[in-house]
């Protein structure tokens, strides 16, 4: 078992409500005299992992398609169009296809790593997302240290597609692998500090509360409109999230005019999806950090009515002292659910419009940019964030 | 893979199963985490030193950086784990990659040294160990301590809020920060040096 794999499992039991995991309670409730502790604990991990994978295919499967979509419009044409309403069962039908294609290893591949590559870059990929919270009061997992979680287990799935590159034992993989790490390494730096910004403006890392952080104005209260450093800080993060997640112009570890497919090239079947569906579900996660940490989050003035008009808190104590679920709630956290999951997929459309709109950059470009452009930038905007702040505080106390 | 291979593998797994199994009867669910971990740092270390593939021994590190952070987290210290797992996982572990990546896949070197280095190392972690835990630990006290409060996760907002290590801490920034300029500085070829190259090719 791999390290994130572990995390995952200890982090992904499904948490509803703030702080208490009312699934493990429900469970405890319903099977407790039938089963010890530990076996309730196991399966409530367990379930928690699953519904996060099923949450991953699922953004998957719907990105694939959107790509599909997009770039088929982009380039005056439909996309496909035959398997359901504008082909929106299309997605289904691959899925069935790589499950069903035969799985090969080349001879003088590095078998063990050749098999756990693709797995590491799965379990980090669903450990990052155990991160995200679907609604207020519905989550995975309810992390402190939220953003940082998700950055740090989305920096592992770097090592497993170096591990998948180096051992596929091929030209093209290797090249892969090495524009993956290089690239990786130059852009964590600007995107980390990028992020700094609305954090230190947040005083948490939490993604829940820096979200409600920002309910004032009727819903408008977002950190991009906090500071005038939020606004640069936001389109570095932007780039910087671009690299990270190897979409295009920076896609140079797959750079398929080049190397083939890059690291992925000797991958097929079921090994290759996980490739893509990591890849989709980064996007999704990069997409909602932006949204979360600069576009508001669950914050929108919907969301702020239905609060208004419906409550807000999902667990209330009833009349005998015990926590109960407040029906009337649930269209807010619905709405401000969904509120997030657009904004997320908005993040994602304007990735794939950029893909299919602008050329692939040149290796040494992509340097270039990274380290002398966008760190310095970077930098800037957290230290001009930092005096501003600190300046707003010294003046009006 | 041949027989001494073999051997040493068989002998971490059943090493691992020994620990697991003992951990889990003597502490629990506690216990059973720990030794999963315990495992994952131990057994990828042992397996780092024992690989002839330098870069199968390098991948064998995110076992033990992995297995760190998982200690860490045990421990109550979310933070200082996901610092373990971004800065050495996705960072060190990264560059290291890097610079080991281009060696061919299957070097082949006499078995006897590695035994001895893989012994020595090993003898050596485990003296050091075992002397520093003999010296400092007041057994009588520790078991008698509560569980750790989660003191540590609000670590980064700590350092800088508490004057104790705030100057430390911009220190360490600092040297970090020059030792990466110079590193730069000394890597740049200079114009004397590629008008030279100019001149000679």
């Known amino acids: ?397 | 893979m041949d027989a001494t291979d073999k051997l040493f593998y068989g002998l971490v797994a059943l090493g691992s199963l020994a620990a697991l199994g003992a951990c889990t009867f003597l502490a629990g669910g506690d216990g059973a985490a720990f030794a999963l971990f315990a495992i994952l740092v131990l057994g990828g270390s042992l397996v780092c030193i024992w690989e002839r593939s330098v870069v199968r021994s390098a991948f064998c590190l995110i076992g033990t950086f992995g297995g760190t952070a998982g200690l860490f987290l045990l421990l109550g210290s979310d933070f200082l784990a996901m610092s373990q797992i971004l800065i050495y996982v996705g960072g060190i572990l990264a560059l290291i990659l890097f610079g080991v990546m281009l060696s061919p896949p299957d070097l082949t070197e006499r078995k006897l040294p590695r035994v001895l280095a893989g012994l020595v190392a090993v003898g050596a972690g485990v003296a050091f160990v075992a002397a520093k835990v003999a010296s400092t630990v007041n057994w009588v006290q520790a078991a008698t301590l509560a569980e750790p409060e989660h003191a540590t996760e609000r670590i980064g907002v700590g350092f800088l809020a508490y004057d104790q290590y705030s100057i430390a801490f911009e220190l360490a920034a600092i040297v970090l920060t020059v030792a990466l300029v110079a590193a730069v500085y000394v890597a740049r070829r200079r114009k004397v040096d590629l008008q030279e190259e100019g001149a000679q090719g």
Request: proline residues 4%; glycine residues 10%.
């Open chain 1, 1 to 397: 078992m791999t390290p994130a794999l572990a995390l995952a499992q200890q982090s992904a039991a499904v948490e509803v409500g703030s702080g208490s995991n009312a699934f493990l309670e429900g469970l405890v409730a319903a099977l407790g005299a039938y089963l010890p502790m530990w076996a309730l604990w196991l399966g409530a991990a367990v379930t928690g992992v699953a519904i996060v994978m099923g949450l991953i295919s699922l953004i998957a499967m719907f990105s694939v398609w959107l790509e599909r979509k997009v770039a088929g419009h982009i380039q005056c044409r439909y996309g496909p169009m035959y398997v359901g309403w504008h082909g929106w069962l299309q997605s289904i039908a691959d899925g069935v296809k790589l499950l069903l294609k035969e799985d090969m290893i080349p001879r003088d591949a590095d078998r063990v790593l050749f098999m756990l590559a693709p797995a590491l870059v799965l379990a980090a990929i669903v450990a990052a997302m155990a991160a995200y919270p679907l609604a207020p009061g519905v989550f995975f997992a309810d992390i402190d240290l939220g953003v940082f979680f998700v950055i740090a287990m989305s920096s592992m799935t770097t090592i497993g597609v170096v591990m998948a590159g180096w051992a596929s034992n091929s030209k093209w993989t290797v090249f892969g692998a090495m524009r993956e790490a290089a690239q990786v390494v130059a852009y964590e730096i600007p995107l980390g500090v990028a992020l700094l910004v609305p954090v230190m403006v947040a005083g948490t890392l939490n993604m829940r509360e820096a979200s409600e952080m920002q309910s004032g104005w009727y819903g408008m209260g977002w950190f991009m409109f906090k500071n005038p450093f939020m606004l640069p800080a936001f389109v570095l993060y932007f780039i910087a999230a671009l690299a990270e997640t190897k979409r295009a112009p920076f896609d140079l570890p797959e750079a398929e005019s080049e190397l083939v497919a890059g690291f992925m090239t000797e991958y097929s079947g079921i090994r290759w999806s996980f490739f893509f569906m990591e890849e989709y579900a980064a996007m999704f996660l990069m997409s909602a950090l932006a949204a979360v940490f600069f576009l508001g989050g669950f914050e929108s003035p919907l969301t702020w009515a239905a609060g208004e008009f419906f409550g807000r808190e999902l667990f209330v104590k009833g009349a005998s002292g015990a926590t109960e679920l407040n029906l009337q709630a649930i269209p807010y956290h619905a709405v401000a659910g969904l509120t997030l999951l657009v904004k997320s997929f908005a993040g994602i459309f304007l990735m794939m419009w950029l893909r299919w709109t602008l050329p692939r950059v040149r290796v040494d470009q992509v340097m270039t940019m990274g380290y002398k452009y966008l760190t310095p930038l970077a930098l800037v905007c957290a230290i001009g964030a930092a005096l501003w702040e600190a300046g707003k505080q010294a003046l009006l106390g």
